[in-house]
């Protein structure tokens, strides 16, 4: 499996993506203002998971689309390999863009139920010719295998599919692109509980064949301690915590992240235990 090489482009030394001073300002009606994300500093480096952590409306969501410019950030640039997308015009940001892709928390949401699994793993392919196959349904159907799907899903619509199975064909069209950067807002939260695990597993599996870099959004932290290598804890639109993951959660040092430690069960247990 997963022997193709992915073609990024390595001109540049250090990390993947450098993301400074990044920030998100909503206008509101009579001046009102939401600072979503409130000015966020941090470097994602090859082949690791970056989680960002968070309860609801702490700017998750804000952060992840801002980084990849699917809103437009108020302030700051998001470097990745050199080229700062922020500033980019459309068409040199539709390229830079196919290297990072994104994988949303609702995979029914996002994609089109009208399309087959074909079409839909294919559709990215019209836009980023040159990375068209020769044979783009041996090619869609190589990438179903990647993800752990028969062959004979390719021409199912995505009602057909189960919640996981909708994830999978998600994870197979940004893979199409030969990405090296994913960015995942919540990719498992909507799923069946026993159906996160075996995404996961996927997720981890892929990372490591393919030597992906990974912005890993969550508000569970107890599977963020078990894919993470260094953790940001968000809350109201900052930062109040950052480091390697043992270090977060063994010695927390903002208030904010014990409360959130302690509001955490499964990570109560996961302290006394094992
Ligand atoms: N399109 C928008 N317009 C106005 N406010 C928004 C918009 N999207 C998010 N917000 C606000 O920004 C804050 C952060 O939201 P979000 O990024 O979705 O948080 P999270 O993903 O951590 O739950 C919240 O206060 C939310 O209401
Ligand atoms: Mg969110």
Redesign the pocket.
Known sequence: MASETHDRPDTTEGPVLEVTGLRKV?E?RHGAQ?V?VAGADFTLSAGECLAVV?E????????ARSVLRLIEPTAGSVVYRGTDLVGLDKRALRRTRRHLQMIFQDPYASLHPRQTVYRLISEPWRVHRDLMPDRPRDRVAELLDQVGMPASAIDAHPAQLSGGQRQRVSIARALGLKPDVLVLDEPVSALDVSIQAQVITLLMELQQELGLSYLFISHDLALVRLVATRVAV?YR?EFVEFGPTSEIFERPQAEYTRALLSASPALAEFGSGA
């Open positions: 909503f509101g939401t979503a968070g609801s409306g702490s700017g998750k969501s804000t952060l968000m639109g």
